[in-house]
């Protein structure tokens, strides 16, 4: 009997429910859960994430939240928090969706494991997509800020989850022979029938039957499609639109409103910047912010064309001239390729040291960071120094890819056009040896095709602002052998990723 | 998007209907639809299991054990093989069961619980450190070949749980997917009781036994399935596919090396101020050369109080070593020429050579290495003295990579390997002295290269791939306590007669 009794209770609200969503549109049901927390911290978290998601799905207009505190309270206080229990309750409520979260508090970081589960066809209570963020806790905020932060991951996932969720539109028959689903839409679908039904269980098989062409909802010619048949639709425009909303948002937030004077005060210190970058990016931008992974990558990507800037500078090729000595093109090379590095090549890791801090504090929300996120000055920096865009955008990866293909080809390029100066002491007169063009205006071709790339690809990406690290469900990849029925040994790679 | 227009909390509530109504339909609803929810309900799933624990002396502990049971029943659910009880059940269940329980009163509630195994979840105190013990008792015939015993250490009261999880993680590596066939379909299908929570996809898998069924599509607990012939009657099926145990090893490992770090950080250990990554940076770079500028060999050691350690002592070893390593670097090029030779690099004499003055250059350039090796090697030691982890130790393995590179042997020091570390130092200082003083000589300049890159390799993958040698660390590190182990070995005598060996190994760690 007692067991019995959260039961009775369980069922009593899921009437509630139920009759709340037989007055609701024609819209899917979402139910919000975040069950489990290990301390205050997480508690304050879990109704500020409920409120969010809640908040973003009734805006959709597609979708349709369940009271989440609410439902909190009635599973927890029934002791409906097991999952086979909160799936019963779910299907019986009515729901399409039933989202679970959970907050795992570890002191500087907070563990945030989201999980959907699509209820009817054709899910059938599986999981449709999880999420587990590691959220950092470090940072100083009020309520607003964490606020923010859950708003900003509730997004993420909502966004996520609608990109993969599909929804069954079932035909029925119209007037006369042609068919509708409930929906005004449009294009070709696949269409699928269901198995027959089992005695036990709702689960059922699904065949495809082939295409179907629907028009406005209306299917002018079914085929060899009938009543009960379904076609799946999904949300990935809804999606997609959630996505830049919510990037919008945050940049609106985290980074002051984007001014081309802040492009003029970049043109203006490119070159300072690039001249005391050997000694201000280690002390001023690296050490200083604690960026020591940015620091060993600055020493050890920096080293070469550092070499050649000062070899460069300090073996100036024309003394060779006065000295009637013949002049090596590497070190008329070395000599302008020192020259880009002091005035401007030097500025990509200038920016790198300063942006990255930047950057990060933005996607922590802890305060308003002047001079980021303006794709004009991304589309300067990377115009005028190999790479500096994308650092400036946050992406050290494509900087340092940027950084090393535009160094390396501007050298190569100036070492083509700069041929050895040839000192002939007979005649005391110097020749210059001939340049390979087809060398020199390949490497030149290549130099601009990359620096075209990487000013578009600089000013369109977006800024890396997002908050927390995602974390991967488990996968691996191992070798299989297996024994067949005929005792053969097949063998094979298995990649196995867990819900 | 639609701009929501809703109220102060930006939340809009189902309507409500009148109550007597509601009442009403809810008493239809629980008598009319019920009966069918709860029998679906209480249909037993195979493969659960209760997980026992018990208030234990001190609320710390009780609260570990809870922790530690909670964890262990995370990891059980995540890996898809046995469905933990839910806590309030199993609270309901313990409230019947003696203070003291033996394991006859556990199995009755674990009966009671329709669990076809049940854990039970035990934690004391050996000296310094906590033992976890769990003991997995099977209920079911099914799963009577899983009972067993094992016991974790730890010297970091959360990491406990975690490595009590990462055992049971462990024991899911073989597990294949055991499901009941539950009805045939009028189609030719079968319902089977497992589905995406055990890892299920629909496509094609093998049985243990080598036959193949095709999942056609998959609930979260539940399949359509074709079967072959054979299996048609079968009450039962083992299916190939195993748990993907490698994911959550790595996090479970992740949390304890974070849990490890943040107890033995030296933050921890009470220095307070400046991030102790910017002191071990200061000390690398200006201290320490400071230093051994004023006291060398000994100033080495003296900079390491910068980092902020409880209690500092000189290894001696060390400090005699460095310091005359020191002597050496300005006494080699005398010793080599009877003291004939100028003191100083670069200044000339009849009997200085080019060569002696390339090598004089090398030595009197290296002097900050050397320091900063002697450094290192100190800091080793109040690391392990102190039990205090390195700054940077998150990372270690990228971290004794980046010190390698920098400075010889750096990385094995930064591991804690001293004297493999003096050993890398020793050997990148000879072979690259080597190549500087046969500068003119191409081969043997050539050969020296050779070496000296062979040995540098060699050096930047030890100080990567080895594992620290801190022993308070690697304890964290360690998977369960073993005994004794029982080894039984054949191989011939002198005569080629097979001799047959049976031994007992304890560990004393």
Known sequence: ?499 | MRTSDRNSSGLRVIPSRHPLILAAASIAFIFCISPQLLAADTDRLSGTIAIFSFPQAGIQFTALSQKAADTIADTFDRLGRFMPVEAGRIQRALADVPEKPDEASLLKAAERLNADLFAMVVLSQLGNSIVGTITIVPISERYKNLRQTFSVRSLVLMNVPLKLAREVALLHRKLPVEADILERRSDGTFLLGAGQWQGLRPGKYRTTSGEAVIIRNTSRLHSIVELPPVLSRAGQISIREFPAVRGILREIDDRIEYNTNYKYSLANAGTQGVDPEKKFMGGICLINPGANFCIPGYGSFLSTAYLGFRNTSPSIPGVVFSSLLLVTHFILPEAMTKFKINFFPGVMDDDKTADMNNLQIFLWSTVPLTVSVAFLDQLAHQFTINSVLPPFFMTKNEAALVLSMVIPGGGMFYKGHRIPGWGFYLSDMFLAGFCVYTKDDKKKVMWGGIALGGVKLVELLSSFFSPPSFKFYNKEKEGRIRPASLSFQVHPDGSGEPVYGLGMSFSFQ
Not at chain 1, 23 to 40: H, Q, Y
Not at chain 1, 49 to 62: G, H, K
Not at chain 1, 93 to 103: H, K, N, P, Y
Not at chain 1, 473 to 498: F, H, K, T, W
């Open chain 1, 1 to 499: 009997m007692r067991r019995h009794l959260p039961r009775a209770a369980a069922l009593l609200l899921m009437t509630l429910l139920s009759a709340g969503a037989a007055f609701a549109e024609e819209k899917p049901l979402v139910g919000i859960a975040a069950i489990r927390t290990n301390s205050p911290r997480a508690t304050m978290l879990t109704t500020l994430l409920e409120e969010n998601m809640a908040r973003i799905i009734d805006s959709t207009d597609s979708f349709k939240p369940v009271n989440p505190a609410l439902l909190r309270e009635e599973l927890k206080r029934f002791g409906c928090t097991e999952e086979r229990c909160m799936l019963g309750f779910a299907s019986e409520a009515g729901m399409s969706l039933v989202i679970r979260a959970d907050f795992d508090d570890s002191d500087d970081f907070m563990f945030l494991s989201m999980r959907a589960y699509g209820i009817g066809v054709p899910y059938y209570s599986r999981v449709v997509y999880q999420y587990t963020a590691r959220i950092p806790m470090t940072g100083k905020l009020g309520t607003s800020g964490y606020g923010s932060i859950m708003e900003e991951h509730a997004g993420i996932f909502l966004s996520k989850l609608f990109a993969r969720y599909r929804v069954p539109l079932f035909l029925e028959q119209g007037p006369g022979a042609a068919f509708h689903v409930g929906r005004s839409v449009s294009g070709t679908f696949d269409a699928y029938r269901p198995d027959p039904e089992g005695e036990k269980r709702g689960i059922r098989g699904f065949r495809k039957i082939g295409a179907v062409r629907i028009k406005n909802g209306s299917i002018p010619a079914p085929g060899a499609t009938h009543a009960g048949d379904f076609i799946l639709t999904g949300f990935r425009e809804l999606a997609e639109s959630m996505d830049n909303h919510r990037y919008r948002m945050k940049k609106e937030i985290v980074f002051r409103k984007p001014s081309p004077v802040e492009a003029i005060y970049a043109l203006l210190i490119t070159g300072p910047a690039s001249a005391t970058m050997p000694i201000l990016a280690p002390t001023v931008g690296y050490y200083r912010a604690s960026d020591w992974q940015g620091l060993a990558l600055w020493g050890f990507n920096l080293a070469p064309y550092l070499y050649l800037e000062i070899n460069g500078l300090a073996n100036y090729w024309a003394n060779y001239y006065n000295k009637k000595k013949s002049t090596p093109r590497d070190v008329q090379a070395q000599y302008y390729f020192g020259l880009y590095m002091l005035c401007a090549g030097g500025a990509t890791l200038f920016v790198d040291s300063l942006a990255h801090s930047m950057i990060e504090k933005a996607s922590n929300y802890q305060g308003i960071q002047p001079f980021m996120g303006n794709a004009l000055t991304a589309g300067y920096l990377a115009l005028v120094s190999g790479g500096a865009g994308h650092f400036y955008r946050g992406d050290r990866l494509w900087g340092y890819l940027y950084y090393h293909a535009d160094n390396l080809l501007l050298y190569f390029t100036l070492r083509e056009f700069l041929p050895d100066r040839k000192f002939n002491p007979l005649t005391r007169t110097f020749t210059r040896a001939k340049v390979s063009k087809l060398r020199a205006y390949s490497l030149l071709s290549a130099a601009c095709a990359v620096k075209i790339a990487e000013v578009v690809h600089a000013v369109l990406m977006r800024d890396d602002i997002q908050n927390g690290d995602i974390i991967d469900e488990g996968y691996a990849v191992e070798p299989i052998i297996y024994s067949g029925e005929d005792y053969n040994v097949s063998l094979g790679l298995q990649y196995s990723y867990r819900w």
